[in-house]
């Protein structure tokens, strides 16, 4: 493995940023060094790369329409060529996932209630919209007035595509064929929870959801047959003594299953849970500060020996070294400049 990792940053552009920015982790110095603009474009909030390290999709706002672009990537130096985009009136997605094969590119959109499903062409550039599923229904919370869509992605054997509503707690199971969406089973967590991302365990079988209102992490049984959840757990992932507003965001699992992060935006923090190998269920281990405001997202490093959070208000990364037997985060460099920073992606190693 090289001595540098290349890695993105999806932003919001309300203020001073220029769209996606790159920049590299030294893994002999243990930090993070060159944030550079990569693409100008606006509001690429969120952003995902293709398993192969060829091409990145971001989300993306154009006048008056929002939408995906593509882009291809230079391996060896992680330069950006933008190849296309596709959009479509109203406000852009907030959350955008690309299929192990490269064919098919799924969003979420917070403000129309949609997700969309792209079918893209053999040089990685978008190709058509395969399919629209638009939603209906509200919950308990004020903010849930109306379905806010926050998630697509795959399940790991990719027969489905799994779809987050944040209005009206909805957890939808959609079976994915050529980019088309058959909606097949939903699963309804606790009114008023507001449901956000998932990662699903390696084993296949069970799936952990970050909830944004209540803070919670809910832990899943998944059956890969017909696409179907059933909760086994809900665990708290801010302390009791954390009256303040947090809204829950980032999740994401390490490869050996073994260890379950989520970020915390309020109280600021990165909770780090330890997976019952027997029984999949969590047992909290430590909160960490993130060093910065509004965590929005962070990632681990293809090595998941280090952890990046991404501070959206204060547009700054923190670099953690993660103990690998514990889960434990230690600080390694904080106050990286990373302008209204949302979320970080690596390339494969």
């Known amino acids: ?103 098919n590119v799924v969003t979420a959109n917070y403000h129309t209630k949609k997700v969309e499903s792209y079918l893209t062409a053999a040089d990685g550039s978008l190709q058509s919209l395969a399919d629209v599923a638009e939603h209906e229904g509200s919950g308990p919370h004020d903010r849930q007035e109306k379905p806010h869509m926050h998630f697509a992605g795959f399940t790991p054997d990719e027969k489905y595509v799994i779809a987050i509503d944040l209005g009206s707690d909805n957890v939808i199971t959609y079976a994915v064929d050529k980019g088309k969406l058959t909606k097949v089973q939903t699963f309804e967590p606790k009114p008023g929870s507001g449901p956000r991302h998932i990662v699903f365990h390696p084993d296949g079988k069970h799936a952990y959801i970050m909830t944004e209102l209540t803070s919670e992490v809910i832990v899943l049984e998944y059956d890969a047959k017909d696409g179907h959840f059933t909760e086994m757990q809900a665990i708290k992932a801010i302390p009791s003594t954390h009256t303040d507003v947090n809204d829950g965001s980032g999740i994401h699992i390490t490869k050996d299953g073994k260890f379950v992060y989520v970020a915390n935006r309020g109280h600021n923090s990165i909770a780090v849970f330890a997976i019952d190998q027997a029984t999949k269920e969590l047992a909290f281990v430590e909160w960490t500060s993130t060093e910065g405001d509004w965590p929005r997202d962070f990632v681990l490093d293809p090595t998941e020996k280090f952890l990046v959070a991404a501070n959206q208000n204060s547009g700054t990364l923190t670099l953690f070294r993660r103990d690998e037997q514990t889960g434990k985060l230690d600080l390694l460099q904080k106050d990286v400049k990373a302008p209204e920073a949302v979320c970080v992606k690596f390339l494969q190693a």
């Open 1 to 103: 493995m090289g001595k540098n990792l290349i890695g993105y940053i999806g932003s919001y552009t309300k203020k001073t940023s220029e769209g996606v920015y790159q920049f590299t982790l030294d893994l002999e110095k243990e930090m993070i060094t060159d944030v550079t603009p990569a693409a100008k474009l606006d509001n690429p909030t969120y952003l995902t790369t293709t398993k192969d390290n060829k091409f990145l999709y971001a989300v993306s706002k154009e006048g008056e329409e929002g939408g995906v672009t593509a882009f291809s990537i230079n391996e060896k130096t992680g330069e950006l060529t933008k190849l296309n985009s596709l959009a479509s009136a109203g406000s852009p997605p907030c959350h955008v996932s690309v299929s192990n094969d490269n064919a």
